[in-house]
């Protein structure tokens, strides 16, 4: 279990996002809440116990991310967890033939390259032994998502950031960063809406890529902990 270093979670601010960063901070881990309204960060942030702060991020503006990533730098001189946590539009109220691109051109915007953006600016600051995470999704998986329509956005766009982690993870294995994806389940969240399980089993479903040892698995999907189909 990871009880040392710095820890950044995008879109840290509610749900699973909060759950993860407030488990590392107790833990011991100085975790920065990357957020794009610092209000709510730091309203996100009270009650938690151990090391916090609040930085205001938006993924999908390179100058915003260039200036977290400069901060951390300077402040910390590195990082050893990297949460890409941050997403949007669970589209669900359309189809794949009919659906507003502009909904599509945003979902990929923040959900693939603003994780792809991020994992760049961050990768030279990533230490050996670090943890890249990608939270994905059962709606990006062909293996669990089969015919079914519905969400198309989301679903291509967890799709496409499942490609990223294996990219990514082929990449920085020389540097011994494992890079994996996460399914947190269907989580009773603003996203994800009522019904769904507790937050706390999302975010530790997340955890188990933070926590996996050196000698652990990179580029794969896991949900709990066990592997699921790309």
């Known amino acids: 279990m990871r009880t040392s270093g710095v820890a950044v979670v995008t879109g840290a601010n509610r749900g699973i ?21 610092e209000a709510r960060g730091q309203e996100a942030a009270r009650g938690m116990t151990g090391p916090v702060v ?11 991310v260039g200036a977290l990533a400069s901060w951390l730098a300077a402040e910390h001189g ?17 189809s794949a033939a009919d659906a507003d691109l502009r909904v599509v051109e945003e979902a990929l915007a923040v959900n693939v390259v603003g994780a792809w953006r991020m994992a760049v600016a961050l990768a030279p ?4 032994g ?9 709606a990006g998986s062909f293996g669990e998502t089969g015919s079914a329509g519905g969400a198309p956005a989301y679903s291509v766009s967890k799709a496409a950031l499942d490609m990223l982690t294996v ?7 020389r540097r011994r960063v494992l890079v994996n994806a996460v399914c947190p389940g269907w989580v009773a969240t603003d996203m994800g809406g009522a019904g769904g399980r507790p937050v706390a089993d999302g975010a530790a479903s997340i955890l188990f890529a933070v926590d996996v040892p050196d000698d652990g698995p990179s580029g794969g999907f ?5 592997r699921i189909p790309w």
């Open 167 to 173: 990219k990514l993870a082929a990449d920085l294995r």
């Open 130 to 138: 670090g943890r890249l995470v990608n939270v994905s999704s059962g």
């Open 54 to 64: 609040v930085r205001r991020l938006d993924v999908a503006d390179p100058a915003s």
């Open 78 to 94: 590195g990082v050893d967890v990297l949460v890409n946590n941050a997403a949007v539009h669970y589209d669900t109220w359309q």
């Open 125 to 128: 600051l990533l230490r050996p």
């Open 17 to 37: 996002g909060r759950e993860v960063a407030a488990r590392l901070a107790a833990r011991g881990v100085t975790t920065v809440l990357a957020v794009r309204d």
């Open 222 to 226: 896991f949900r709990d902990g066990r």
